[in-house]
């Protein structure tokens, strides 16, 4: 298999079950997509904090690594793009959480660099089928964007496998446990914007201290 292949397998099923959630949605009743929601974001609460708990950072580094990467995002405006190209604060909610649970974890990182350094993308497709079905129930609720963050599936996974291709071991011990703790965080508050919490905070505008801090 050619690097890249799991990533790509990967964001085609992201695309297949948001097709398949939005199409599926109006036949799921009210209370079970809330369930579902509340369940999804009780589940990235959880794993956020297992994030922050596993992972000891370089705390200095991380916090110039938010500030810096927090001010490129609000400069550079991503998320205020982003709903223009949605049309719509649902669907931009439902683009960043997806992308936030489809990227940042272990599996990932681990997955990208394995399927880059040594060819093996088995680690890669059972997390593409997870994402899959996960998608279909993000999609039935959050609609259209969910099917979007399959580009960005696509540009981070198939950029870390690219590296782990070209440059082997390219990512320190400490690089990645400050991108899994900034990860973390990151995925806290997505959890709170599930639960319809910190409205107000443009958490796409942070993203880039989690892709600068893979190569710190």
């Not at 997806?98 to 599996?107: D, E, H």
């Not at 609720?141 to 070209?166: C, E, R």
């Amino acid at each position: 298999m050619f690097p890249g292949f799991g990533t790509l397998v990967n964001a085609s099923l992201i695309v297949v079950g948001s097709f398949l959630g939005i199409k599926a949605r109006r036949y799921i009743p009210h209370s079970i997509k809330e369930g579902t929601i509340n369940a999804i974001g009780l589940f990235t609460l959880m794993l956020g904090i297992k994030l922050l708990y596993e992972n000891r950072p370089e705390t200095l580094k991380v916090f110039f690594l938010l500030a810096f990467g927090s001010i490129l995002g609000h400069l550079i405006k991503l998320e205020e793009k982003l709903q223009e190209l949605l049309k719509g604060n649902e669907s931009t909610k439902g683009f960043i959480s997806a992308s936030l649970l489809f990227t940042v974890g272990p599996m990932t990182l681990l997955g990208c660099i394995l399927e880059g350094s040594k060819a093996d993308s088995s680690l890669l497709l059972s997390k593409a089928f997870m994402d899959g079905f996960s998608s279909v129930i993000l999609a039935s609720s959050m609609g259209k964007g969910v099917a979007f963050s399959a580009l960005f599936v696509l540009v981070f996974q198939g950029m870390l496998t690219f590296f782990a291709f070209y440059l082997g071991s390219f990512i320190s011990q400490s690089s990645m446990a400050n991108t899994l703790f900034i990860g973390g965080g990151l995925i806290i508050l997505t959890s709170a914007k599930i639960f319809g919490l910190l409205d107000r905070v443009k958490l796409l505008n942070i993203f880039p201290s989690l892709v600068i801090s893979l190569f710190v």
